[in-house]
């Protein structure tokens, strides 16, 4: 078997990958989705060709044209949407990054180009493989010339392929009469005319019969359908047209070396950099370390093992201006803590391996003492507040929490993600390293390697923190890192330390409870519907709604019927089974998220320890994961009865604390609308102030109806939502929404100007802020869809104010822990969800505690509105909320 060569039709497996892969973006707002499906389409291909040599080529403009003349009927080809076009230099750059040889010309279409390279190689003794989704060229298939044509179905990428004999079978012709046959029947996509009212069976019969259009125009009067016989005599010229259109030119005038084309190592420095950059975490894979590493300059790396040459760093550590630290551990036991990593200067880079006389306790100890005397970069500060041992978040640094500040919008903060992007260094990922070992596993197999990795980092922090501190104060957010997110996390890793108690027996009892509440639903939904089924499979639960029992409003899909919680919200109130389904759902979801997940996560101390998140969402809010105890269902009794398994210790009551309306009242005073401000100010009922006045009804005649809407209205408001999102909620008219919309808008146009100026700004800055200084970038807004920039729209609407909120609880969380401290109380903050904090409050200091909640809580910023908390106490979290 000769060598392979594959060629790949560069804009049209572009194009394809475009429409097959869902929509994506990386966090600088650049469409990736059209990069990342041709490269994985590039990538099946070449595992399974396992080729020697391989070109992409590219229209230079595309759509060029083989002839001017005939520029018309091609230059009328649908326009390339902006999402795609930008991704065409992108993808190139990808390509040159990877070694692999890219051919475009001037005055040559990419198929033109192709066709040529075929067929030379093909006569130098090479087996071609040519990708694309153009039919066209399956003009070329030969013997030697497969033709291969990616598909996607169901996300999957499936290929067809042809060559000579697969192209006689599937359209009766051989590849040269295939062009014939195209410039009969025409290509709508291709722009090829085609002779008018023949279509493909007719022209595949002519073809099969005559052989060529020059004989079907030889043997006319043999035609005995006279329409066809009419059609072919009147349109000659777009027979010949058409013909030059869809052929190939193969003997284009095109310079290469074949040596251009061999495959050699795709995976190099800068191609790990442009992944990195486009966010494609599962193409990094393919890269070794070897490939990812930049030069660093390892000469600084020094391993330490002896007890006096450590002793030694620490004494210059102390006296320097900061320290870059990186602890080696995969947990916090003796067993897992291979040592610790420092970087006292550019040229003085430290792994101090546990050994000996070195160990966990010495090495942490002196860390606690280095906080005391200079300051401490790291990356991660939560997770070494064990070894630090501190009361205070002043002089440490944390360069993941900073590189979250600067751009939120982020998947992943990484030390890899974080040298790539501040210091433009490529070094291997932590799992590249470690593959499925830990750091002890991997350091008694490869010290060398674990010894570079750690100062390696170490190195990075140390000199991320420089440039990450310079951009914090270009862009207004260094007091909000130093004075806010810093001391926040000194506040969380002690809530995580203290967790929350649970008590196993009721939690197993709770879902004995919603066992047999399940199966009662299911018991009640096979009687309603006649049928047993699965009622967790959505497709035999839309076959049994729609059709089995002849429910309207079933929209069917490829995969059968839509069965979502909008489509069954909507049918709930009319049809039982519809509203047990639901409530079965909901039931399930507790059962295995909560009654059996909760139980999972007790620790020895019967207590579930959280994990807090601060850099996760993009609005600044503090998330919760390992169990996540932020996303209890609150909407069904069932749901919020989870909380009464969560209970104080012994001697303690819950003393829950919650914002009221906190981002209306945001909003209040940041459009400082005076209706709005001076509605809160006179402590009613917002949301039948807002019906009065809306609706111009009086206070006291407003009906639930009337409060109801008026509530969805102004909670809408902030969240940006449409007369149609509207009309959804509220199950009324788009009409009649909108009219809502307008009346609120005239009741408070300074609300209006407000978000309007917001996404105007928000337009021009390209991000908008919250109150105190935090920046949400938009990459949205700049898009060319329509429904991108609406969603950027909303976005820029509600993050000033969700960011506001979330600022604020973040300083009231310090505010709260730090009044604890300083009063001496045994009371601890222990859970934060959303605009509410919980505390485990001493019996005798309860009082105390009340007061410090409501003092901080309201005092926190000052609004033109007053900040107003609901605030209750309990025996469980259930009795306190």
Not at 81 to 89: A, F, G, H, K, W
Not at 112 to 122: H, N, P, Q
Not at 850 to 877: F, P, Q, Y
Request: charged share 25%.
């Amino acid at each position: 078997m000769g060598k392979k060569l594959v060629l790949i039709d560069g804009h049209s497996i572009l194009n394809r990958a475009f429409y097959g892969v869902p929509d994506l973006s990386n966090a600088a707002g650049l469409h990736t989705n059209a990069v990342l499906g041709f490269l994985n389409i590039m990538f099946k291909i070449l595992d399974e060709e396992k080729a020697d040599y391989l070109c992409v080529a590219f229209d230079v403009n595309a759509p060029t044209f083989r002839h001017d003349i005939y520029a018309e009927y091609k230059g009328t080809r649908k326009s390339m949407p902006e999402e795609l076009r930008e991704q065409v230099p992108v993808m190139k750059e990808v390509l040159k990054a990877m070694n692999i040889r890219i051919m475009e010309k001037a005055g040559l279409e990419a198929d033109d180009i192709l066709g040529t390279l075929a067929k030379r190689f093909e006569k130098l003794g090479f087996e071609v493989s040519l990708v694309s989704g153009d039919r066209d060229l399956l003009q070329i298939a030969s013997e030697h010339i497969k033709i291969r044509i990616p598909k996607t179905k169901a996300g999957k990428t499936e290929i067809e392929d042809y060559n000579w004999k697969d192209v006689e079978e599937k359209y009766q012709v051989n590849p040269i009469q295939f062009i014939d046959l195209k410039a009969l029947m025409g290509d709508t996509s291709d722009n090829i005319p085609g002779v008018p009212k023949v279509g493909e069976k007719t022209a595949t019969d002519l073809i099969v019969q005559y052989g060529s259009i020059d004989e079907i125009y030889h043997h006319l009067e043999d035609i005995t359908k006279k329409s066809i016989k009419e059609t072919l005599e009147q349109n000659r010229h777009l027979a010949d047209l058409s013909k030059v259109l869809a052929t190939i030119n193969i003997d284009c005038d095109i310079e290469y070396q074949i040596e251009e084309f061999t495959i050699e190592n795709f995976y190099t420095k800068e191609a790990y950099v442009l992944f990195k950059q486009l966010e494609f975490k599962n193409l990094l894979t393919r890269f070794t370390v070897e490939d990812t590493v930049q030069n660093i300059e390892k000469k600084h790396f020094s391993c330490i093992s002896d007890f006096n040459d450590a002793e030694k760093i620490f004494v210059k550590a102390k006296e320097a201006e900061y320290v870059g630290v990186y602890a080696v551990e995969s947990g916090k036991t003796e067993e897992e803590f291979v040592g610790l990593a420092l970087a006292i200067s550019e040229e003085e880079i430290y792994f101090i391996e546990k050994s000996g006389f070195l160990t966990k306790d010495y090495l942490t100890g002196h860390l606690s003492t280095l906080k005391q005397q200079t300051h401490i970069a790291g990356f991660y500060i939560k997770g070494i507040y064990d070894y630090l041992k501190t009361q205070s978040s002043d002089g440490l640094f944390d360069i993941q929490l900073a590189a979250y500040l600067l751009n939120p919008l982020k998947n992943d903060y990484h030390m890899d993600d974080i040298a790539n992007e501040f210091l433009e260094w490529m070094i291997p990922e932590e799992k590249q390293v470690l593959g499925k070992r830990t750091y002890a596993q991997a350091f008694m197999e490869n010290r060398d390697e674990i010894v570079d990795y750690a100062c390696t980092c170490a190195s990075v922090v140390f000199h991320a923190k420089d440039v990450l501190e310079r951009n914090l104060v270009d862009t207004g957010m260094s007091k909000l890192f130093y004075e806010m997110e810093m001391p926040l996390t000194l506040v969380l890793y002690d809530m995580e330390q203290e967790g929350i108690l649970i008590r196993p027996d009721e939690l197993k009892a709770y879902g004995e409870a919603l066992t047999e509440r399940i199966l009662e639903l299911e018991q009640n939904i096979y009687t309603q519907s006649g049928v047993t089924f699965n009622i967790n499979s959505p497709k035999q639960m839309g076959e049994v709604l729609f059709e089995t029992m002849g429910i309207p409003g079933g929209k069917k899909t490829k995969t059968g019927y839509s069965t979502g919680a909008e489509v069954l919200e909507k049918l709930a109130e009319e049809y039982p089974i519809v509203s047990d389904i639901l409530e079965f759902r909901g039931l399930m979801k507790l059962k295995t998220t909560y009654a059996e997940g909760l139980a999972s996560c007790i620790q020895a101390d019967s207590r579930i320890h959280t994990t807090f998140n601060q850099t996760i969402a993009a609005t600044g809010r503090i998330s919760s994961t390992e169990p996540n105890l932020q996303n209890i269902p609150m909407r069904m009794e069932l749901g919020r009865l989870i909380r009464k398994v969560f209970v104080p210790k012994e001697g303690c009551i819950f003393m829950d604390a919650d914002y009221s309306q906190i981002e209306l009242r945001i909003m209040a005073h940041m459009s400082g609308d005076e209706k709005l401000i001076e509605a809160y100010r006179t402590d009613a009922d917002i949301h039948r102030i807002t019906a009065s006045q809306v609706f111009h009804t009086p206070f006291h005649e407003v009906t639930d109806t009337q409060r109801r809407n008026a509530k969805a209205v102004n909670f809408g408001i902030i969240y940006g939502i449409s007369s149609f999102g509207l009309s959804q909620g509220l199950s009324i008219s788009r009409k009649e929404a909108a009219k809502y919309i307008e009346q609120y808008f005239e009741t408070y146009p300074k609300v209006k100007i407000f978000l309007e100026n917001i996404v105007k700004e928000a337009k021009e800055n390209g991000y908008v802020t919250t109150l105190f200084g935090r920046r949400r970038p938009i990459p949205e807004l700049a898009s060319s869809n329509f429904m991108q920039r609406s969603f950027g729209e909303r976005v820029a609407m509600n993050s000033p104010l969700q960011g506001t909120a979330a600022d604020i609880i973040k300083i009231a969380m310090i505010q709260v822990w730090s009044r604890l401290k300083k009063q001496g109380l045994r009371s601890k903050l222990i859970l934060q969800v959303h605009d509410e904090l919980l505390v485990e409050t001493y019996i005798e200091e309860e009082a105390a505690v009340k007061e410090i909640l409501i003092t901080e809580m309201r005092n926190v910023a000052k609004l033109a509105v007053s900040l107003e908390i609901d605030l209750h106490t309990g025996n469980n979290w259930y009795e306190a909320k």
